[in-house]
């Protein structure tokens, strides 16, 4: 229950749908009430929240303190962090689930989320890297026929990963569930935990309150340091919205697990 109130407490504070409930109370002032100029300002303050949240640079502030906090694995073959030795010994490689959906009639690339599928391939990318490792894909079926586990799995089989390299957690529900599900099967060694880069502080937060040990390898970036300037940096830009959709998801989710104790 608790969790179903959580999805839908969250469904109601992304960003289009705040857009919408804005416009809505707007159309309402002016359509049912007398109050016209009232109803036209909250319309011209959907409006102004939808352009300026629009815009690419804001997208950017808000990711950046969450997707530049940990730098990724093995960047190149000179790459020789403390975190690339660490994960260099590593067992285990952790991925963690970004959302998917079931349909056979569509390739299985087409049924992982963006996310999933970067991560996806991020963790095959460092399974070659990391010999003798394993692969864990975690992430339940939610409201979907099939956990996602399963079809992550599928991709990385597709791809070259022999199934013997591979163990599937495929019953948890969110994040904190992956971390309590995985402890069990990864006890206390180290492990590599690949996940999107603005997820992966409230992840590696999660999995540290219960004493494990991850070593961060953050893929999916939203706000990449770019050195050149577009045009579209100047225009409003639909994918700002889904960058803006991710920070806040985080931000909530951090004082969620907070709130909570899980962090």
Request: aromatic share 8%; net charge neutral; charged share 15%.
């Amino acid at each position: 229950m608790l969790f179903l109130l959580k999805k839908i407490i969250t469904q109601f504070l992304t960003p289009t749908t705040i857009f919408f409930e804005v416009m809505v109370a707007g159309l309402i002032l002016l359509l049912f009430t007398r109050r016209q100029r009232a109803g036209k300002i909250v319309i011209t303050i959907g409006i102004g929240l939808f352009a300026f949240l629009s815009y690419p640079v804001i997208s950017r502030m808000l990711l950046r303190p969450l997707e530049h906090r940990y730098q990724p694995l093995f960047l190149s073959a000179e790459s020789n962090t403390s975190n690339d030795a660490a994960a260099s010994v590593a067992r285990w490689i952790v991925v963690l689930g970004g959302g998917h959906i079931t349909d056979p009639k569509i390739p299985v690339t087409s049924q992982l989320s963006h996310a999933s599928l970067v991560r996806t391939i991020e963790a095959v990318r460092l399974h070659r890297k990391i010999p003798g490792s394993k692969l864990i894909f975690s992430g339940g079926s939610v409201f979907e026929v099939h956990p996602e586990a399963e079809t992550m799995a599928i991709l990385a089989q597709e791809i070259g990963v022999s199934p013997e390299e591979i163990v599937l957690e495929s019953e948890s529900m969110d994040t904190a569930d992956q971390a309590q599900r995985i402890k069990p099967i990864i006890g206390n060694n180290v492990f590599v935990l690949v996940t999107s880069a603005a997820h992966i502080p409230r992840a590696m937060g999660l999995f540290a309150k219960l004493d494990m040990h991850p070593i961060p390898a953050p893929t999916d970036y939203g706000s990449p340091d770019c050195q050149a300037l577009y045009l579209s940096d100047f225009l409003p830009d639909p994918g700002s919205l889904v960058g803006i959709h991710s920070a806040l998801h985080e931000y909530l989710g951090i004082i969620w697990s907070r709130l909570r104790g899980q962090l």
